[in-house]
């Protein structure tokens, strides 16, 4: 079966793209390859770690375009380019307009730190959705990965995963707990789940 080509964005760290990368090598992404890293932000330390695994990359940075619509065309002129079939959002911070959502239905997911619909939505990324959680005083969280649509986490869940928060956790030890027990393991999850289907798909009108 031929592979889905899968493009990552990403904005930072990029611990989740490292976690699709080690999906990639331990053969649990079987149906897909990954084969674009793009980061908004030329100091992402995920450029590094996509360097590291051969990945090509690039950066397009929103504040190099005069118009979201501008910078859009330029990320979709690398993904063209690419043959993507597949966006994977792993920590990418800019919100993508409805023009684009609509040009990749049902082939962009993204993780969220959050059991949505809680702490979701407009203004809710990377630590801001834990403190709003333990803020709240909420017992469990967990992360959600999800279609990507014009609703900022509004599109269909895929997969989710609780997880526990502990006495005196602060956002950051939260965080990193989240992660490790829930996002590093959906994420490639979902990307091979969708790889999977669009892989087969594929298949059926070729
Ligand atoms: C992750 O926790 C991801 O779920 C979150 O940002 C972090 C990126 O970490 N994404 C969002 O909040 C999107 N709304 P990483 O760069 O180490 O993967």
């Given at each position: 079966m031929v592979k889905t080509k899968i493009a990552v964005f990403v904005s930072?760290?990029?611990?989740?793209?490292?976690?699709?990368?080690?999906?990639?090598?331990?053969?649990?992404?079987?149906?897909?390859?990954?084969?674009?890293?793009?980061?908004?932000?030329?100091?992402?330390?995920?450029?590094e770690r996509a360097k590291q695994a051969g990945i090509p990359r690039v950066v397009v940075a929103r504040k190099a375009y005069a118009t979201q619509s501008e910078f859009e065309a330029e990320i979709c002129r690398h993904l063209k380019q690419?043959?993507?079939?597949?966006?994977?959002?792993?920590?990418?911070?800019?919100?993508?307009?409805?023009?684009?959502?609509?040009?990749?239905?049902?082939?962009?997911?993204?993780?969220?730190?959050?059991?949505?619909?809680?702490?979701?939505?407009?203004?809710?990324y990377g630590l801001r959705v834990h403190e709003a959680a333990l803020q709240y005083g909420v017992k469990v969280t967990g992360a959600t990965v999800h279609y990507v649509n014009e609703v900022p986490d509004g599109g269909q869940i895929l997969l989710q995963k609780a997880v526990l928060v502990e006495e005196g956790d602060t956002p950051e030890r939260l965080q990193r707990r989240v992660m490790e027990q829930a996002e590093w393991i959906l994420l490639p999850q979902a990307a091979e789940l969708v790889s999977r289907q669009l892989a087969e798909g594929k298949g059926e009108t070729e």
């Open positions: 930072g760290g990029g611990t989740n793209l490292q976690a699709l990368i080690d999906a990639q090598t331990a053969g649990r992404l079987p149906s897909g390859e990954i084969v674009l890293v793009l980061s908004s932000a030329p100091d992402a330390y995920a450029l690419n043959g993507i079939e597949l966006i994977v959002l792993a920590g990418f911070m800019t919100i993508l307009s409805a023009a684009f959502t609509r040009q990749y239905e049902k082939r962009i997911i993204n993780v969220h730190p959050s059991l949505i619909p809680s702490f979701c939505g407009k203004g809710f």
